[in-house]
Structures are given as structure tokens and as C-alpha cells.
Nanobody, 128 residues
Framework: QVHLVESGGGSVQVGGSLRLSCEAS?????????DAWFRQVPGKEREGVAA???????GYADSVRGRFTISKDNAKNILYLEMNSLRPEDTAMYYC?????????????????????WGQGTQVTVSS
């Protein structure tokens, strides 16, 4: 069982930056292959934002590519999402996840019916 806890969300003005963190514990299940960040706004589907695999390869949604950076401290089991040049459309609840998935050529995909784990989310609000 993998337990994920996000932190670092908050309110920021357009053009500002935030760094989200996700602390993971309980890595007794090794079936997942990638760590990822998702976001969701009310009434819309959850959107994949960024992912990183066990080799450090990263993938991003086109909407955040060049502005967001995903990284992981494997020694501490902490996943990060550095968000720069934030826009109002980045406003959402952000979730970290440990997924059955792959990162290929700067993109990523996952098995939605796989053995996946999700955090509870942290809110990011960008105001103009």
C-alpha cells in the first residue's frame, strides 16, 4: 500500500511560482512504474500534468510544458512539481499519483484500471 500526501498549494498571482510536494510512504507495492501530478477543476475530468519514471524520464502535458518541472528525491521519497509563470487556467486541485504507466518521448500514459494510488490533493489558485 502506497500512501501519498501533497503539500505546497496556495494562492498566487499571475506569473508567480509555487512548488508542490508529495511525500510517499509504504512502498510495499512495486507494481506502479511512474509518479505523476494531475489536476482537476469542478465539472471537468482529471488531467494529467506531468510524470516521471524510475529512470528519471519526464513527460508533460502540452499546456504546462516549459513552465512546470517534475522531479523526485528518491532518497526521501518526495515528488515535486515546480510551477512557474502560472496562469489563471492553472487553477485546480492538484493530486500526486503512483501509477501503472509509461513515459515516452516527453509524453506519458497510464492504465486507469491499473494498480494506482492517489493523494488527497492540494489546491492551487492563480488570480489576475
Amino acid at each position: 500500500q502506497v500512501h501519498l500526501v501533497e503539500s505546497g498549494g496556495g494562492s498566487v498571482q499571475v506569473g508567480g511560482s509555487l512548488r508542490l510536494s508529495c511525500e510517499a510512504s509504504g512502498y510495499t507495492d512495486t507494481t506502479y512504474a511512474i509518479d505523476a501530478w494531475f489536476r482537476q477543476v469542478p465539472g471537468k475530468e482529471r488531467e494529467g500534468v506531468a510524470a516521471i519514471d524510475r529512470h528519471g524520464s519526464t513527460g508533460y502535458a502540452d499546456s504546462v510544458r516549459g513552465r512546470f518541472t517534475i522531479s523526485k528525491d528518491n532518497a526521501k521519497n518526495i515528488l515535486y512539481l515546480e510551477m512557474n509563470s502560472l496562469r489563471p487556467e492553472d487553477t485546480a486541485m492538484y493530486y500526486c499519483a503512483a501509477l501503472e504507466g509509461v513515459v515516452v518521448a516527453g509524453d506519458f500514459s497510464w492504465n486507469s484500471k491499473g494498480h494506482n494510488y492517489w493523494g488527497q490533493g492540494t489546491q492551487v489558485t492563480v488570480s489576475s
